[in-house]
């Protein structure tokens, strides 16, 4: 198989997320992944939004982008 740009790297990616994690992690998925999440957010903490958006992008995670600000919560998508 041959793909353009960086696609083989985001199949692999998907491969993994959607197929191989839930399958080994089974019915503990999401509170195995709430606490990878946690322990992520403390190694590499962010100082703002645009450090968070900068980590995201770094990791290969996707783009984040701030959408609204309300009195004590920020929506990213």
């Known amino acids: 198989m041959s793909y353009p740009d ?10 993994l997320r959607e197929t191989l994690i839930p399958e080994l992690l089974g019915s503990e998925e ?4 709430y606490w990878g999440g946690k322990r992520i957010a403390r190694k ?6 645009d450090e968070m ?3 995201f992008q770094e990791a290969g995670w996707g783009h984040l982008e701030w959408t609204n600000d309300k009195k004590k919560r920020v929506n990213l998508k």
């Open 6 to 15: 960086n696609q083989e790297l985001h199949f692999g990616y998907n491969l």
């Open 44 to 49: 590499y903490p962010a100082a703002d939004i």
């Open 30 to 33: 999401s509170d195995i992944l």
């Open 53 to 55: 958006i900068h980590f």
